[in-house]
């Protein structure tokens, strides 16, 4: 038998992935036009502000990407010319990955799109309750975080 609390995590549990799964769509969506996949925009995205690893990519995703996804999606994203490997000072086989001035572009194109989607999702809900939402996701990110590290010490 669970508690009262645990029976309303374990209710959460079917709507976040519906929800992750929403996010996904939506991504695509906005996405697609300009040829990139959710996870080429998430990598990319990751390498904006400066050039990172592949394994860094995968921990700030932190998203349960694996190292090797991330690798199958940074290689796709300098196939096509959005981004570059180049030399990593700190590791000598591990190359950073950098975004071109094409993937630049390419992720300011979606820039008005994702920001329809923010703005329209957004008032709907309620800029309240989505605060509201954010800070009790952040509360069980960190409640599990908790009990895993706590389980396996």
């Known amino acids: 038998m669970r508690t009262p609390a645990g029976d309303a995590l374990t209710s959460l549990v079917l709507p976040a992935f519906e929800l992750n799964g929403e996010f996904l769509s939506a991504a695509k969506d906005i996405a697609e036009p300009a040829g990139l996949t959710p996870a080429g925009w998430q990598v990319l995205g990751a390498t904006l502000d400066q050039p990172l690893a592949v394994a860094e990519i995968a921990r700030r995703v932190g998203l349960g990407l694996a190292r090797q996804s991330v690798q199958r999606t940074a290689d796709i994203l300098?196939?096509?010319?959005?981004?570059?490997?180049?030399?990593?000072?700190?590791?000598?086989?591990?190359?950073?990955?950098?975004?071109?001035?094409?993937?630049?572009?390419?992720v300011e194109k979606l820039r008005d799109d994702q920001h329809a989607w923010a703005d329209a999702v957004g008032n709907d809900v309620g800029e309240d309750e989505i605060r509201r939402v954010l800070e009790g996701?952040?509360?069980?990110?960190?409640?599990?975080?908790?009990?895993?590290?706590?389980?396996d010490a």
């Not at 570059?84 to 590791?91: A, G, I």
């Open 78 to 106: 300098v196939e096509k010319g959005w981004a570059e490997y180049t030399d990593n000072p700190k590791h000598r086989r591990a190359k950073l990955l950098q975004p071109t001035q094409e993937g630049r572009l390419t």
């Open 137 to 151: 996701i952040r509360r069980i990110n960190a409640a599990s975080r908790r009990y895993r590290a706590d389980r």
